[in-house]
């Protein structure tokens, strides 16, 4: 059975999957719906992604409003620095961040719900990320907030990020409270 651990930001989950390993290699389920809905992740998963990115390169930080994407990540090849940023109006951690080590080594998974940013940085050679989302990506609610706003204060393991234009230009997450969703526990 899956370890589902509680993080200081609501409704963000690190998952230890049970991972069986033997001299042929391992084998782990990357997602069993009624384990993890046992597990706090309740929400119904509608697509997959799946990026590479050289070590460097940030993506995020991430939103979409309205109709916010949960996330479930996990790294398949390599490591990134994960971060999840809570902004959801009346959230007793808005404005908080939580950040993990996700790797092909060590098989974490995170789980973002929907109203929280997203983003990763690449830390090794390269790295192949997948993610499951609760809702269709649609590019027209999609925004971003900058990666190193100091009102967030990431402590990124990286001084100078690739950047995407869209992230380059991203403001900072007091100048988009109207992309904000409200929370709700």
Not at 53 to 67: F, N
Not at 107 to 126: D, K, N, R
Request: proline residues 8%; glycine residues 8%.
């Amino acid at each position: 059975m899956p370890r589902f651990v509680e993080t200081p930001i609501p409704g963000v989950i690190i998952v230890e999957p049970d991972v069986h390993r033997d001299a042929r290699g391992f084998f782990l389920e990357s997602f069993h719906a009624p384990k993890y809905r046992e597990g706090g992740i309740r929400e119904t998963f509608v697509q997959d992604n799946h990026s590479r990115s050289m070590r460097g390169i940030l993506r995020g930080l991430h939103g979409q409003c309205p109709h916010p994407q949960g996330k479930l990540v996990r790294v398949i090849e390599g490591e990134v620095f994960d971060v999840a940023v809570d902004v959801r109006r009346g959230s007793p951690t808005y404005g908080r961040h939580f950040s993990a080590v996700l790797s092909a080594e060590n098989f974490l998974q995170m789980y973002v719900p929907p109203g929280i940013l997203h983003g990763f940085v690449v830390t090794s050679e390269a790295a192949q990320f997948e993610y499951k989302c609760t809702d269709i990506y649609n590019p027209a609610t999609e925004f971003s907030v900058a990666w190193n706003d100091p009102a967030i204060g990431i402590e990124w393991p990286i001084e100078a990020p690739i950047l995407s234009e869209k992230d380059q230009r991203a403001p900072l997450l007091a100048d988009v409270g109207d992309k904000l969703i409200d929370y709700c526990d």
